[in-house]
């Protein structure tokens, strides 16, 4: 079966410290893989989606960034955190069929102090 | 722009009982994708019922049902017998068919009464 890991959990940094939120997947092979942000009374922001090793799609400009080193992994990054990046991130896949169900991850919360 | 709109921020239901979550979405597309998706208290997100366009029958789960209105652009949750496990956020989501983009709506945060 498919597992979703992500981590850390929690994670409080100060302004301008970097970021580094990690997730990886289990269980399948060349899933497309997203990074949203889930703000109170906003719903989720699409942030970043991948559909293969090395293919980054970016949905809003801002200072995070995502990378995509192996085909199951999928990582969230900073160089300086901002007080607006406080927020629940949270991870998912998809298998590569047209409207696939997405599988989410435990999540992180970030806060920025 | 497409979007998703999900006009009650909060709803209340007692148990057993039944209620409905509106969403409305802006696409031009014929073709996409529609989905429910639940999150707890716990904040795992689980889905909760999918709905394709081009099927005219309302998909449905359990005690959850859509009713899926194409020409109105409407995708309504309809939660029977509510139980209080059902206490959570709901998301709409849309995804036009050919991309790989979900949109999401705001939630509606739903609150099952003993």
């Known amino acids: 079966s498919q597992t979703i890991h992500q981590w850390p959990a929690t994670l409080v940094q100060p302004v301008g410290s970097p970021l580094s939120l990690e997730c990886t997947v289990e269980?399948?092979?060349?899933?497309?893989l997203y990074w949203y942000r889930q703000a109170a009374g906003r719903g989720l922001q699409l942030l970043f989606y991948?559909?293969?090793?090395?293919?980054i799609s970016s949905e809003v400009p801002q200072n995070l960034s995502a990378s995509r080193p192996q085909d199951r992994q999928f990582i969230l990054s900073s160089k300086k955190l901002l007080l607006s990046d406080s927020g629940f991130y949270l991870c998912?896949?998809?298998?590569?069929?047209?409207?696939?169900?997405?599988?989410f991850g435990p999540g992180t919360r970030l806060t920025v102090t | 722009a497409q979007t998703v709109t999900q006009s009650q921020p909060e709803m209340s239901v007692q148990e057993a009982e039944t209620v409905t979550l509106s969403c409305t979405y802006d696409t031009s597309e014929n073709n996409y994708y529609l989905f429910w998706y639940k999150q707890p208290p716990s904040r795992q997100m689980i889905l909760v019922i999918r709905q394709e366009a081009y099927k005219q029958q309302n998909a449905t789960e359990n005690r959850f049902s859509v009713n899926f209105q194409k020409a109105a652009k409407s995708f309504s949750l309809k939660i029977s017998d509510s139980q209080l496990g059902d206490t959570a956020m709901y998301f709409c989501a849309f995804m036009p068919s050919g991309t790989y983009k979900y949109i999401f709506g705001t939630g509606t945060r739903l609150k099952v009464l003993a």
């Open positions: 991948s559909v293969g090793i090395g293919q």
């Open positions: 269980g399948t092979s060349n899933p497309n």
């Open positions: 998912a896949w998809t298998l590569t069929g047209a409207g696939s169900e997405q599988y």
